[in-house]
């Protein structure tokens, strides 16, 4: 997945019963974002791999099938040892947390 940085609106649905750990979840992947940065920049990439596929099983599971397929850059960036791949996950992630808007459902 990739955004073009135009700041539109990424609106996901999510169901109500949700409602009280999507805060939380959102605050952990901005978490992600410095630790993964912090672990490229200490050339430490199963730590990459990890957190990409953390990343890839619990967005779907949320309703944020963006931070899937993000984390699935993340976690292959990982495997394939590619700080500039990773690099651009990690943008995409952060473009993403800033342009999401949430509509919850019954």
């Keep these: 997945?990739?955004?073009?940085?135009?700041?539109?609106?990424?609106?996901?649905?999510?169901?109500?019963?949700?409602?009280?750990?999507?805060?939380?979840?959102?605050?952990?992947?901005?978490?992600?974002?410095?630790?993964?940065?912090?672990?490229?920049?200490?050339?430490?990439?199963?730590?990459?791999?990890?957190?990409?596929?953390?990343?890839?099983?619990?967005?779907?599971?949320?309703?944020f099938d963006g931070i899937t397929d993000i984390g699935a850059v993340i976690e292959q960036a990982g495997k394939d040892n590619d700080a500039e791949t990773a690099k651009k996950g990690i943008n995409d992630l952060a473009s993403y947390l800033d342009n999401v808007e949430i509509v919850y459902d019954e």
């Design 1 to 63: 997945m990739s955004l073009d940085g135009s700041g539109e609106k990424i609106v996901v649905h999510v169901d109500i019963d949700l409602e009280e750990l999507i805060p939380g979840f959102l605050e952990n992947r901005q978490t992600d974002i410095k630790s993964i940065q912090d672990a490229i920049e200490s050339g430490d990439f199963e730590t990459v791999k990890i957190l990409g596929h953390s990343m890839k099983g619990s967005g779907g599971g949320y309703g």
